[in-house]
């Protein structure tokens, strides 16, 4: 599975934009990048995921690179409820699912 | 619709000694997932049903754990016998099968394990 780079944690303003980074400079044409996160004490949530175009959903945005090897995911507003490990994971798609690979992840703060 | 549930939520045993974590996922969930953090580090794949049969066990430890999903409903995680190292948090998710679209994993609480 190919590996990603993430900051091990950052810090934001509530109600402040953030933006989370993640590098993935073996990626392959098939991977899929992936956004999960951990909030304390609970399991790991879907964020959101793409493959070569920017993505929107109603928890984030998805900034993916022109060469893919790297991406960014954007809260547009963070609140206390944000707070949590954020995980970019790559993994590619098919029919009958496949395994999560996880890295250490971001450790976002939120202050208010 | 209720989501993924997991049972127990906490175990504490002593070591040499037998434990079996359930999990339920949702309901038409043909993939499931199990996962584990252990004491400080990074969340693991275990392995994955899709309906009863194991699609891929390549993350298992070895042969103390033995996992089940007959009539690929809810699945059990056996741990036989459990030792220190097991202590940790055991996650399970699951999935639809799909052709097209992206099928998100949704997963449970977790179950703490102490192993003492």
């Known amino acids: 599975d190919a590996k990603t780079t993430q900051p091990n944690s950052m810090e934001s303003n509530e109600e402040e934009p953030v933006h989370l980074p993640c590098n993935h400079s073996t990626i392959s044409g098939t991977d899929y990048i992936h956004w999960y996160r951990q909030l304390p004490s609970q399991g790991p949530e879907y964020v959101i995921h793409?493959?070569?175009s920017n993505v929107n959903n109603r928890m984030a945005s998805l900034a993916i690179a022109e060469d893919r090897k790297s991406s960014t995911l954007i809260l547009h507003r963070a609140t206390l409820r944000d707070a949590a490990v954020y995980y970019c994971?790559?993994?590619?798609?098919?029919?009958?699912?496949?395994?999560?690979?996880f890295g250490a992840g971001t450790i976002l703060r939120v202050k208010s | 619709e209720a989501g993924v549930t997991q049972f127990p939520s906490h175990s504490v045993i002593e070591k040499g000694q037998t434990v079996t974590l359930r999990c339920d996922p949702i309901?038409?969930?043909?993939?499931l997932y199990w996962y584990r953090r252990v004491m400080g580090k990074e969340i693991k794949f275990l392995l994955h049903?899709?309906?009863?049969?194991?699609?891929?066990e390549s993350g298992m430890p070895n042969n103390r754990f033995l996992a089940e999903r007959t009539g690929g409903t809810y699945s059990t995680l056996k741990v036989q016998p459990a030792e220190l190292e097991d202590s940790g948090v055991y996650f399970c998710?699951?999935?639809?099968?799909?052709?097209?679209?992206?099928?998100?994993?949704?997963f449970g609480p977790g179950t703490r394990l102490t192993v003492l």
């Open positions: 994971i790559l993994t590619q798609i098919w029919e009958y699912g496949n395994k999560l690979v």
């Open positions: 309901s038409g969930h043909d993939n």
């Open positions: 793409g493959l070569t």
């Open positions: 049903f899709v309906k009863e049969s194991k699609q891929d």
């Open positions: 998710a699951s999935s639809l099968v799909g052709t097209i679209s992206y099928n998100e994993q949704f």
